[in-house]
Each structure stands twice: as structure tokens, then as C-alpha cells.
């Protein structure tokens, strides 16, 4: 069982607050580290010192890291053109000697755009699929041959698909709660499959869209691994769970029953119960960056029940 720290630096975080998060994440044993792509502050409050550039960010961290994955949940589709996308997550790949995992999504949260002046456009699900045919295809173009491209939203001539990442194959993540096209695209690209803050019926019932995606395009569902994010708060007493909820502005029993959040052996039953549906990885978004001792309470009594 793998649980991975995810961090949303948008509602506010330095780099150097993500060094930190993240040299806890390899000190304490996690698998990787992730990180939201967003450059706007969702909610109350001001985002203060502001955003932090995504790819920007892994970039420094697979310089000061050695062992943990890196990535996204999920690199912004609208953002960034996917020709120079490749290029930037392959430099990031060779940077960090092959720990790189990339999860890419359409872009959804309009006001950042428009407070960044970055274009929304109205169809985003083609371009999505557009772009990771792109970017892998770049990234699998064998070394001197050339890679074209003519699509609806993308065209790219004998481009030299360089450089390479270290890895012989990125794996790729997508996510969602789509009903056909996102298990669908799942199923053609993706070697892991992400279900985003939702319940265990919930998880159940998209985890066997995408089996069956898979199965009818001719793949081992199988071969894909599932996994779920949610938030996480742990305390070793309910007065300990109560002070990290109200801190992050949330209450404990809304998130017992949304996410990760009670004792170490109330979190490990709910990871059971995502377990039993299929997932065999887990996000914990962690909102207080500045509680590593949270982060230390779940290496010991939570990941170390897990074996």
C-alpha cells in the first residue's frame, strides 16, 4: 500500500515550505511527493506569499530529493502547450535520475485564468486527449527519428522529440468521475487511474468503468494501478483530530466521513474499506504545511499498520 503527501501550494506556500514538506516525505518514508497545478487561492483567504509554478517547483525538489516520486495530481491542461510541456517534464525526469509521475487534466478553475490572463477555452476534454497523444508520442518517438502530429487542436512537423526523459515511459496519470470518455482515455494512455475526493460506493462503482474501459479496449485491467485522493487529518484523540480540522477551516466529522480523518486506527479501517474496491495507492492532502508532526503521526501509526 503506497501513501504519497499531495499539497495544494495555491491556498498559500513558499518554496521553501515545499522543500520542507518534502524532505519530511522522504525522511519519513512516504513514496512521493505531489502537488497541485493551480496559480489562484480557492476559498477564503488571500494565497498568501502567492503561487508557486508547479513544474517550477519538482523541477528544485529533484535536485534536493533522492528517493520519492514527484508529480502532479493534476498538471493543468489548459496551461501549457504540450509540445513545451514534454520538454519540461522530461528535463524534470532527467533531473530527478527517473522519479518523475505525470498526471495531466483539462483545466477547470476559470478564475485563475482570467486573473492570469491564460485563455479558457470551451472544449477542453479534446484537447485533453489531444495532448497526452502528443506528449507521449513525443516522449516515445525513438531517438533520431522525428515525430508529427495534425490534429483538430494541435499540429507539430518532424519535430525531434528531444530531449528524453530518464525513464523509458513516464508513467502517466488521469483521473475524474467521468462516466464514459475519462475511463475511455483511461483505458488508451493512462497507467494509473485517480478517483478525486469521493466515497467508497463512489470509488467502487468509477474504478469498474475504467476496468471495463480497459477490458473492452483490449487491455489487462490489471495492468493499471488505482488509487483515490483525500484529505487527511489524523490526531492521536479526537481532541488532536479537532485542532488539525480547525485549522485547515473544516470540521472533524465532515471530514470522517469525506476523507481520511480520525485516529491512526480509524484511518486504517477507512483505507481498508478503499482497499477492498480496488485501490492500492493513496493521495493524503495534507492543507497545513507548516504540522510536520502530522506528517511524522502518519508514518508511524498509520503507513506503518500498512506495511
Do not use: C
Not at 100 to 106: I, S
Not at 227 to 249: C, F, H, K, Q, T
Amino acid at each position: 500500500m503506497d501513501l504519497r503527501i499531495f499539497t495544494e501550494p495555491q491556498q498559500g506556500a513558499s518554496y521553501d515550505t515545499l522543500l520542507a514538506v518534502a524532505k519530511a516525505t522522504e525522511d519519513l518514508g512516504f513514496d512521493a511527493f505531489f502537488r497541485s497545478d493551480h496559480y489562484l487561492v480557492m476559498g477564503d483567504g488571500d494565497g498568501f506569499p502567492g503561487p508557486t509554478d508547479a513544474w517550477i517547483t519538482l523541477a528544485g525538489l529533484a535536485r534536493e530529493t533522492s528517493r520519492i516520486k514527484l508529480g502532479t495530481l493534476m498538471t493543468a491542461g489548459t496551461f501549457r502547450l504540450p509540445g513545451v510541456l514534454a520538454i519540461q517534464v522530461a528535463q524534470v525526469d532527467q533531473m530527478s535520475g527517473g522519479r518523475v509521475e505525470f498526471g495531466l487534466g483539462a483545466g477547470w478553475y476559470e478564475a485563475e485564468h482570467t486573473a492570469y490572463g491564460i485563455p479558457f477555452p470551451k472544449e477542453k476534454f479534446g484537447r485533453l486527449e489531444e495532448q497526452l497523444a502528443v506528449v507521449t508520442g513525443l516522449w516515445g518517438t525513438p531517438a533520431g527519428e522525428t515525430f508529427t502530429y495534425d490534429g483538430q487542436f494541435y499540429q507539430l512537423k518532424d519535430s525531434p522529440a528531444l530531449p528524453k526523459p530518464a525513464q523509458s515511459r513516464i508513467p502517466v496519470l488521469i483521473g475524474g468521475m467521468g462516466a464514459r470518455r475519462t475511463p475511455e482515455l483511461a483505458a488508451r494512455y493512462a497507467d494509473e487511474f485517480n478517483v478525486p475526493f469521493a466515497s467508497v460506493a463512489d470509488t467502487g462503482t468509477q474504478f469498474t468503468r475504467v476496468r471495463e474501459a480497459a477490458g473492452a479496449a483490449g487491455r489487462d485491467p490489471g495492468d493499471l494501478v488505482y488509487s483515490n485522493a483525500l484529505v487527511a487529518v489524523v490526531g492521536r484523540d479526537d481532541a488532536e483530530v479537532a485542532r488539525r480540522a480547525a485549522a485547515i477551516g473544516r470540521e472533524a466529522d465532515e471530514l470522517k466521513e469525506n476523507g481520511l480523518a480520525g485516529s491512526p486506527a480509524e484511518v486504517v479501517d477507512k483505507i481498508g474499506r478503499y482497499a477492498e474496491q480496488g485501490a492500492s495507492r493513496f493521495y493524503l492532502q495534507i492543507l497545513d504545511l507548516h504540522d510536520l508532526d502530522h506528517l511524522e503521526l502518519i508514518s508511524s501509526q498509520v503507513q506503518a499498520q500498512l506495511g
